[in-house]
C-alpha cells in the first residue's frame, strides 16, 4: 500500500504546498452574511476547527477536475517520437496497480465514489463510463479490481496500516478535499493572507468559505478555497485557481456525502470466477528493473517538488531554495549540459522542443515547461529553476545565479 499511498500525492497539484512557507500566519476575518446563515467565525476559529475534526466514518460521491493547462498535444507526439527512437512504444492497457492507475486523476474530470471506517476499512470506486475501478483495503489486504480487463491486484497492507497508524485514513482516499486542505495548511505562512468569505452548501450541507491567496506578487496562485462542514469541521469542496485564470486547477468536492458508518459489505471483496490476480511483491520487483530512477526523481528534483512523488522524504542534495513563501523556487544543478550532449538521444531534444519554450538571458538560454501552477526552467548548461511562479521570476533566479 506504500506505493498506492505515493500515487494518491500525484493528484494534489506538485509543489503547492512545497513551495509555501512553513508556518501559519492568519489574518482574522469573520463570515461575511450569505446563505445558509451560519454564526460569524474567525479563520484562526475555523482552521482550529478543521484541526479538531476527526472524521472516522463517511460515505459519498465527489467529482475531482483537474486541468494543469498541460501541453498534451506536444507531450503525446514528443514521447512518441522518444519511444520511437530508442526502441520503445510498446502497446498495452491500463495497469491495475494503484500506483499507476490513480494517476489519471491528474488530467480531466473523473467521479469516484468513496467510503471509510476508520483507519483499517477504505474503499474507492473510480466510475468511467460503465466500467468501474475499485481500490479496498479491509485489514491486511489491499484489493484492486479493474471491472473492463477483469484484473485483480492484491498485497498486503503496509505495517503502519495493520497497526492502525493513520497513513490509510488521511491518505488512502487521493484527491479528498481534506487531505488537500491540510497541504495547504501546512504550507501557509506570514506571506499568506487566509479569511472566511460567506457560507455556502456543499453537497446538501451547510459549509464556511475559508480563502487562502499569496500576499505575494510573482507566484502562480491566485487563490484557494476550502468550503468547510459547518458541523464537523470536514472540508467538503477545494479549489485551486491560478493566476491564467480560466477553469480551476483543481476543483474537488463531494456531491453526497454521509457521515454515518458504512455497511461492512462495502469493504468486502471476492475475486470474481476467472480473473487475472496479479500479487503486489511481484509487480513491485518488476517495476524496479524497469525504473531508471529506482523510484526516485533524479538530481534532487524529488525536494524541488515538496516531497510529493516517488521516493517521498528522501536525503538526495543538490537543492538550492531561493526565495520564501509562494514564491520560492528551488535550484537544481543537475551537472549534465543539455545542449551539445552527444549521450542524449536527439529525440530528446525534440522532446524539449515539443514541450517547453526557448528563453534567453544572461543566464545564457534554456526551455521554459509551463504548467498552470508549477513552471520549471531548463537551462542550457544543466541548471533547473522550478516553483510556483511566473516565467519572470525564473528568469530573474536564473539570472542572478549565472
Known amino acids: 500500500m506504500g506505493e498506492t499511498r505515493k500515487a494518491s500525492r500525484y493528484i494534489v497539484p506538485v509543489a503547492v504546498a512545497g513551495v509555501a512557507a512553513a508556518t501559519i500566519g492568519l489574518v482574522p476575518a469573520l463570515a461575511a452574511a450569505g446563505d445558509p446563515d451560519l454564526p460569524e467565525i474567525t479563520a484562526q476559529q475555523l482552521i482550529e476547527k478543521i484541526a479538531a475534526s476527526d472524521t472516522q466514518t463517511l460515505s459519498g460521491t465527489f467529482r475531482i477536475s483537474t486541468d494543469l493547462?498541460?501541453?498534451?498535444?506536444?507531450?503525446?507526439?514528443?514521447?512518441?517520437?522518444?519511444?520511437?527512437?530508442?526502441?520503445?512504444?510498446?502497446?498495452?492497457?491500463?495497469?491495475?496497480?494503484?500506483?499507476?492507475?490513480?494517476?489519471?486523476?491528474?488530467?480531466?474530470?473523473?467521479?469516484?465514489?468513496?467510503?471509510?471506517?476508520?483507519?483499517?476499512?477504505?474503499?474507492?470506486?473510480?466510475?468511467?463510463?460503465?466500467?468501474?475501478?475499485?481500490?479496498?483495503?479491509?485489514?491486511?489486504?489491499?484489493?484492486?479490481?479493474?471491472?473492463?480487463?477483469?484484473?485483480?491486484?492484491?498485497?498486503?497492507?503496509?505495517?503502519?496500516?495493520?497497526?492502525?497508524?493513520?497513513?490509510?485514513?488521511?491518505?488512502?482516499?487521493?484527491?479528498?478535499?481534506?487531505?488537500?486542505?491540510?497541504?495547504?495548511?501546512?504550507?501557509?505562512?506570514?506571506?499568506?493572507?487566509?479569511?472566511?468569505?460567506?457560507?455556502?452548501?456543499?453537497?446538501?450541507?451547510?459549509?464556511?468559505?475559508?480563502?487562502?491567496?499569496?500576499?505575494?506578487?510573482?507566484?502562480?496562485?491566485?487563490s484557494i478555497k476550502i468550503a468547510v462542514d459547518a458541523a464537523s469541521g470536514t472540508p467538503l469542496k477545494f479549489t485551486l485557481a491560478s493566476v491564467e485564470g480560466g477553469k480551476p486547477v483543481v476543483d474537488a468536492g463531494f456531491t453526497k456525502v454521509d457521515f454515518s458508518?458504512?455497511?461492512?459489505?462495502?469493504?468486502?471483496?471476492?475475486?470474481?470466477?476467472?480473473?487475472?490476480?496479479?500479487?503486489?511483491?511481484?509487480?513491485?520487483?518488476?517495476?524496479?528493473?524497469?525504473?531508471?530512477?529506482?523510484?526516485?526523481?533524479?538530481?534532487?528534483?524529488?525536494?524541488?517538488?515538496?516531497?510529493?512523488?516517488?521516493?517521498l522524504g528522501s536525503d538526495k542534495g543538490g537543492v538550492n531554495v531561493i526565495g520564501e513563501g509562494w514564491t520560492t523556487i528551488a535550484k537544481i544543478d543537475s551537472g549534465v549540459p543539455v545542449a551539445g550532449n552527444d549521450e542524449a538521444p536527439k529525440e530528446f531534444q525534440g522532446l524539449l522542443d515539443s514541450l517547453g519554450d526557448k528563453v534567453t538571458g544572461p543566464f545564457g538560454s534554456g526551455t521554459l515547461f509551463k504548467t498552470k501552477i508549477v513552471n520549471a526552467l531548463l537551462t542550457d548548461d544543466g541548471k533547473v529553476y522550478v516553483g510556483a511562479v511566473t516565467k519572470d521570476a525564473l528568469v530573474a533566479a536564473a539570472n542572478a545565479g549565472k
Do not use: C
Open 261 to 311: 458508518k458504512p455497511a461492512a459489505s462495502e469493504f468486502t471483496f471476492k475475486t470474481p470466477a476467472g480473473a487475472k490476480v496479479t500479487e503486489g511483491g511481484a509487480e513491485k520487483e518488476a517495476g524496479e528493473k524497469g525504473d531508471p530512477f529506482g523510484g526516485a526523481l533524479p538530481g534532487g528534483l524529488e525536494d524541488a517538488f515538496g516531497g510529493f512523488g516517488p521516493g
Open 69 to 222: 493547462g498541460l501541453p498534451l498535444e506536444g507531450l503525446t507526439s514528443g514521447l512518441g517520437g522518444l519511444a520511437g527512437g530508442m526502441g520503445g512504444g510498446a502497446g498495452g492497457g491500463a495497469s491495475v496497480d494503484p500506483a499507476e492507475r490513480l494517476t489519471q486523476l491528474v488530467s480531466g474530470s473523473h467521479t469516484l465514489r468513496v467510503a471509510a471506517d476508520g483507519p483499517d476499512r477504505q474503499r474507492l470506486t473510480l466510475l468511467d463510463g460503465s466500467d468501474e475501478y475499485s481500490l479496498i483495503h479491509n485489514g491486511d489486504d489491499v484489493w484492486a479490481y479493474d471491472s473492463s480487463s477483469k484484473e485483480v491486484f492484491h498485497e498486503k497492507a503496509p505495517a503502519d496500516a495493520r497497526d492502525g497508524h493513520d497513513g490509510p485514513k488521511d491518505e488512502e482516499l487521493p484527491g479528498t478535499p481534506k487531505q488537500l486542505a491540510d497541504e495547504v495548511l501546512k504550507a501557509a505562512g506570514d506571506t499568506t493572507s487566509i479569511t472566511v468569505d460567506g457560507t455556502a452548501k456543499v453537497a446538501g450541507r451547510d459549509a464556511y468559505q475559508l480563502v487562502i491567496k499569496p500576499k505575494q506578487s510573482g507566484s502562480t496562485v491566485e
